[in-house]
Every structure is written in structure tokens, then in C-alpha cells.
């Protein structure tokens, strides 16, 4: 997503330096490449710690060795900057940002993809009205704050809503969703064969999760319908890595599934995405309503765009229920309520109501998730009309 930002600013006519750690580039010392030709976007890779997500203690050295690895990077980079641009990890990243910005005399914007103080709400991580909570609210105040703040921008219309609390009087959190990143639609005898070769037979209906397993998704309604409906035609699959998968697996191993026994896969290659997202019947997608504003997974556009319907354990007012009932391209089930999933994967049965939905989500796709349209919109705003 960055990356085509950074190009489209390039295109432009503006000058464009990322910072970013080595994380699993390797290498010793700074990593330097121009991405796209000679006058393309700078990437300068620091050195930083990379323990990964073992641990919680290993995620804090690795945040803690990017801040200090991107002190000096910001007051000496060059050429001196007209904006700033703030991304949300490692957490707090704007309040570096834009103390730096006031040193180098530029102006700072945020793209958002975490709220944080909110995050560590959904985590469980601190009280909501607690001492740390408010200190937190005010870091993340100071972070957005100040006159020459351009922008801060989220993913989402319930992000933004989130990030109104952190901008102050007077000013507002905008937000552009994000778009497909597969480049392509697979061919109908690619998505057959690729069915066929995961023994999934014509006549079922496979309900397929592909992405993160994190905190912030929850998965026991949509196992114990498929469950209750593997005598059905219903098999589930699930694709992807994260802090759940472990939960997902466990659960998939209880019980009787019959011939239906969920397919468990790890991620796929980005040109294998196409065929991989067209081979379910139905998407899964999640959220915990405890983390709605916080976070906005993106999966939903390569899903829509691949024209297959969604069927969503969540709130109705996150983005992506919105997203899901204003298009009509699938179903939006709170959680806790396993019967509305059963009736949902029931009604997905039907070929022609998933081809009436995956028409719907195409054309929303189309209209809102739009690279095309997208992309500048992002680009437009985080420059905050500063001149070439």
C-alpha cells in the first residue's frame, strides 16, 4: 500500500524517502535501493532488531531498536522535508514524527492503520478509563496535534470516528479505504483446477478464510455452524498464520466432521492470490466489535474484487459491515449468535444467491476500492497540497 503511494507521489513530481527497518531483508548497516528508475522512491533500511513476534518482550526490543535507529535518520535526511509522513508501527510513531518535523522545520501527517491507545483496549492490555488509558489518550492527542499537522487519515468511516477523540477541536480524521493489491482475476479453469487439487468436490460449498488469525478475530460461530452443516456440503478452509491459528486448529480437530474435515494452509504466494481467493464459494471475514475503529482489515477488497460474497462475524456499524450491507454482497452475523450463521451458510448453498452477492461485491469493488482512484486520493491528502 505504501509502496504505491510513495510512486504516485513520485509521479507527481515529488521527492520521496521511506524509512524502514531491515526486519528480514538482512544485511549489516543501512540498506539503500530506488525503487522504479533513478528518480523513483529512496528506501533507506535501518539496522533494527528482529525477533519477530515470539513474545511480547521481543516485539518491545524491536520496536525499542527502530526508534532509536530512526532518531538520527529523521533529523538528517535530505533532502529537508516539506512533509513527514507517519505510519503506526511501531506504536506512537507520530509523536517521533512530529517532534522531528518541528526540528526540520516540515509539516507532519498519519497514516493510520492501528489506533493506539484503542488497540491495547481491544488487547486487554489496559483498562478503558484507566490511568494509562488517559496518559495514552493524551501521547496519541500530542502525536495527531499541532498546526502543522496536514492530515490524519484512517482506513475506515468507524476508524475515523475513533480517531475524531485524538485530533482536537476543530479538525477531523479523514479516511480512504484500501484496494485489491492481486493485479489480476483468475481464469475460471484456473480457479477448477486449483479446487480440484485441494479435493474439493462440485457439489460443496466451501467457506473459505484467507489472512491474519490475530487477536482481533474470532472464529467459534462460523466452526461450530460448518459443523453442524459438513453433512450438508458445507467444508471450511482456513489459510493464514497469526495469534489464533493454534485456537482454530485445536478446534478443528473436535468433533465429527464426516468427509468435510476443514483444510488448514498457511498463506499463499502473491501470484497465486488470484486463483486462491476465487476458489472459495464464500469468504470468511471477523472482527471482535471490542476492536471495531481500531483496526480495519483489508482482506475484504482482494475478496470483493475476486466477486465472491462475504459472510462477516461482526458488528453491522464496523466498516466492514457497512461495507457488507451497503453493497448487499453477503451476510453480517454478531458473534455469539450461532444459529444466524447456520441460517447464513444455509441460504450460501444456493448458487444463485452467491452469484447475485459476488456480482454486488464486484461492482462495490469497482466504485470504492479502486486503485485508481484510491491511490491518488491518499496521496492528495498526506501532502496536504504542499507545492512540487
Known amino acids: 500500500m505504501l509502496e504505491a503511494v510513495a510512486t504516485e507521489l513520485v509521479r507527481r513530481g515529488h521527492t520521496v524517502t521511506v524509512l524502514a527497518a531491515t526486519g528480514g531483508y538482512g544485511g549489516s548497516g ?3 535501493e530506488t525503487l522504479g528508475g533513478e528518480k523513483g522512491v529512496r528506501v533507506r533500511r535501518m539496522k533494527a532488531l528482529s525477533f519477530g513476534r515470539a ?10 531498536s527502530y526508534y532509536v535507529a530512526m532518531v538520527p535518520r529523521l533529523l538528517m535526511v535530505g533532502p529537508r522535508p516539506d512533509v513527514m509522513v507517519a505510519l503506526t508501527t511501531p506504536p506512537f510513531l507520530s509523536v517521533l514524527v512530529r517532534v522531528a518535523s518541528r526540528l526540520r522545520g516540515a509539516r507532519h501527517a498519519h497514516w493510520v492503520m492501528d489506533v493506539y491507545p484503542d488497540v491495547m483496549l481491544g488487547h486487554g492490555m489496559i483498562r478503558e478509563g484507566g490511568l494509562m488509558h488517559r496518559l495514552l489518550g493524551v501521547v496519541a492527542r500530542f502525536g495527531f496535534g499541532g498546526r502543522r499537522s496536514v492530515a490524519v487519515l484512517g482506513l475506515g468511516p468507524d476508524m475515523a470516528e475513533k480517531l475524531a477523540a485524538y485530533c482536537g477541536a476543530g479538525r477531523k480524521a479523514e479516511w480512504v479505504a484500501l484496494w485489491e493489491t492481486a493485479g489480476r482475476k483468475a481464469g475460471e479453469g484456473e480457479t477448477e483446477a486449483l479446487r480440484k487439487a485441494r479435493g474439493w468436490g462440485e457439489g460443496e460449498t466451501v467457506f473459505l478464510y484467507s489472512g491474519n488469525m490475530g487477536l482481533g478475530h474470532c472464529f467459534g460461530d462460523v466452526i461450530a455452524a460448518g459443523r453442524r452443516l459438513s453433512g450438508e456440503g458445507v ?9 489464533r491459528r493454534r485456537e482454530v486448529e485445536m478446534a478443528v480437530k473436535e468433533g465429527d466432521w464426516g468427509v468435510a474435515v476443514p483444510v488448514m494452509g498457511d498463506y499463499v504466494a ?57 453493497s448487499g454482497a453477503g451476510w453480517v452475523c454478531a458473534p455469539g449468535d450461532e444459529e444466524a450463521h447456520v441460517a447464513a451458510m444455509r441460504e450460501a448453498r444456493d448458487p444463485g444467491v452467491r452469484a447475485r452477492m459476488g456480482a454486488a461485491a464486484r461492482a462495490y469493488a469497482e466504485r470504492h476500492f479502486n486503485r485508481a482512484i484510491n491511490v491518488p486520493r491518499v496521496a492528495e491528502i498526506l501532502t496536504g497540497g504542499v507545492e512540487r
Open 270 to 326: 502473491q501470484e497465486e492470490l488470484p486463483a486462491h481467493l476465487a476458489s472459495g464459494d464464500v469468504h470468511l471475514a471477523s472482527l471482535d466489535p471490542r476492536w471495531d475503529g481500531t483496526m480495519v482489515p483489508s482482506k475484504l477488497q482482494g475478496i470483493f474484487f475476486s466477486g465472491r460474497p462475504v459472510l462477516f462475524t461482526g458488528s453491522a456499524t464496523s466498516s466492514i459491515g457497512r461495507w457488507i450491507l451497503e
Open 30 to 32: 543501512d540498506a539503500v
Open 55 to 64: 513474545s511480547k518482550l521481543a516485539k518491545l526490543l524491536d520496536y525499542a
Open 235 to 243: 467444508r471450511l478452509a482456513f489459510f493464514g498464520r497469526g495469534g
